[in-house]
């Protein structure tokens, strides 16, 4: 395989026989790569809202997909670059949280760009095919999206998925209901949903909820919005919620259950001025 091109996350995860990732000290420049957008929509009015907005992340936050991602995207990476299996897979996960493409663009910056538009264009076609035709959300979400709503917090989606994806997935789990937008690798990168959330929803707090370390990162390049972390454990593979926090998240957590008394917390202290870090739940 060839060599990256910059370093890669090196959070708590166990790596196959003679693997090795480099560990990061900075953020990654590879967190503003983003698939062309290929047309710019009509823009959103901005609004009042009533408490403050909430954006979700898609996979592996809202749904528990990214094991079954991560087999699709190691398969792949095996049949166009020969990377062992386990290998692809740790280095997937590892960069997750930005479109595929970046990903590519990272993890084999000598291979042929027509090489990497190919496999992004596989990569896609079997995580619909195989990963998302059988997602779904984590055990809590529904209820929780359903509270968030009836407490008045506007709620969003922001992925690197292919938004047209994103918003059948949505529909197709019954969770369309409760988000005002959804924005995806259409619309831009996370950074730019972020941005554009801040537009539309002035003068309120903004909540990133994300679980990669390339969701904190770019809730923290965005003035006023607040990073939130699911922690996330698969086999060979952890990410922390003191991973989390090191890269920015104001709280972490292994389940959401308890994000509406965060919301509340975190939107207090915001409103009276810090008075110490918030308190992590592991």
């Not at 930005?98 to 910056?109: D, G, I, S, T």
């Not at 923290?220 to 990073?227: N, Q």
């Not at 994000?259 to 001025?273: I, K, M, T």
């Amino acid at each position: 395989m060839p060599p990256a091109n910059g370093p890669v996350p090196n959070p708590s995860h166990e790596l196959p026989a003679g693997g090795s990732l480099p560990v990061v000290s900075s953020t990654s420049q590879f967190a503003e790569i983003e698939r062309p957008v290929l047309a710019a929509p009509e823009p959103v009015a901005p609004r009042p809202v009533e408490r403050g907005a909430v954006v979700f992340d898609l996979d592996g936050t809202l749904l528990d997909d990214l094991g079954a991602i991560s087999d699709v995207a190691a398969d792949v990476l095996t049949t166009a670059f020969g990377t062992p299996p386990e290998e692809g897979r740790i280095h997937y996960l590892a960069t997750t949280g930005m479109p595929f493409e970046a990903q590519l663009a990272q993890l084999y910056p000598e291979a042929p760009a027509a090489l990497r538009a190919s496999t992004a264009r596989t990569f896609h076609q079997r995580k619909v095919r195989e990963a998302y035709a059988r997602a779904k959300p984590f055990p809590e979400v529904p209820k929780l999206l359903k509270r968030l709503s009836a407490e008045r917090w506007t709620l969003a989606v922001a992925t690197g998925a292919e938004t047209e994806m994103a918003e059948l997935l949505l529909e197709r789990e019954g969770l369309r209901f409760w988000f005002d937008a959804v924005l995806g690798s259409r619309d831009g990168t996370k950074r730019e949903h972020l941005a554009e959330f801040r537009r539309r929803y002035p003068g309120v707090p903004v909540f990133l909820v994300g679980d990669s370390r390339f969701d904190m990162e770019a809730a923290g390049s965005v003035p006023g919005v607040v990073a939130l972390g699911r922690a996330t454990s698969l086999p060979g593979w952890t990410i922390a919620t003191k991973d989390l926090t090191k890269w920015g998240a104001a709280w972490a957590g292994r389940s959401l259950a308890e994000l509406p008394e965060v919301l509340v917390r975190l939107s207090r202290r915001s409103a009276d001025g810090p008075r110490g870090a918030p308190r992590r739940r592991g």
